[in-house]
């Protein structure tokens, strides 16, 4: 298993859910992972609904695991992250290029 190596770039949306908080709210701990998405480096965009990732595969599992232990520290002792990633081996794309693909198509 250790020689199948993980794809070199993906795409990944997630929206991550502290679970029990005292408050329904949960702006302060969203903009602690985005402090945190900020310093990793990573091409991010944050949505209404999640963020999505953009590099290789390790580096970004890593951020969002990084995520749910920064919040960890902070007393939220448990969370549920749903995230969808994406792959491709025929060419490199970023999530700006699917975006403007499509508003491209929409200009016709």
């Not at 701990?29 to 609904?49: F, N, P, T, W």
């Not at 995230?83 to 491709?88: A, D, K, T």
């Amino acid at each position: 298993m250790a020689s199948i190596p993980t794809p070199p770039h993906c795409t990944a949306d997630f929206c991550l859910i502290p679970i029990g908080t005292s408050s329904p709210s949960v702006s302060a701990q969203i903009a602690d992972v985005q402090r945190l998405i900020e310093k990793s480096g990573l091409k991010y965009v944050m949505h209404s609904a999640g963020t999505t990732l953009e590099g290789s595969w390790d580096e970004v599992h890593r951020v969002i695991g990084q995520a749910h232990t920064l919040l960890h520290q902070q007393g939220i002792v448990r969370i549920q992250t749903d995230i969808r990633v994406g792959s491709r081996t025929d060419k490199v794309q970023s999530f700006e290029d699917k975006v403007a693909k499509v508003q491209e198509l929409l200009k016709q």
